[in-house]
């Protein structure tokens, strides 16, 4: 489960910073496909990503890929977001999970409504 997918090139051909080494990142739906994707994007960004999918054994599969592969801190969390009960206890797992930072900036999160 190996995707080549590599920094954004600006008009110049240079590699674009997001900067985002050292931000936290949930991504629902994120096991395989466009979520796999989009977890891999941003731990090759340096971002810390908790992968989500309904298995658990395919979120713990996906997160150990994909930080072999890029060497960031990546974890698997298990959990049906059409449940109610569950987005805000993904989030707080993340959160929790997440927060050791070398950085001094407190982990902030934030949801679609809010953004």
């Keep these: 489960m190996s995707a080549r997918v590599t920094g954004l090139p600006t008009p110049t051909g240079e590699k674009m910073d997001l900067q ?28 810390r990503v908790a992968i989500n999918s309904r298995d658990e054994t395919k979120a713990s599969s996906a997160a150990k890929v994909i930080a072999g592969e890029t060497g960031a801190r990546v974890i698997g969390l298990a959990g049906d977001v059409a449940d109610p009960d569950v987005p805000e206890r993904l989030v707080g797992e993340a959160a929790g999970a ?14 679609f409504r809010s953004v």
Excluded at 21 to 28: E, I, N, P
Excluded at 98 to 111: M, N, Q
């Design 98 to 111: 997440l927060a050791g930072s070398t950085s001094s900036s407190p982990t902030r999160w934030a949801t």
């Design 20 to 47: 985002l080494k050292d931000k936290s990142a949930l991504v629902t739906g994120s096991s395989r496909g466009l979520g796999y994707a989009v977890a891999l994007c941003l731990a090759r960004e340096g971002c």
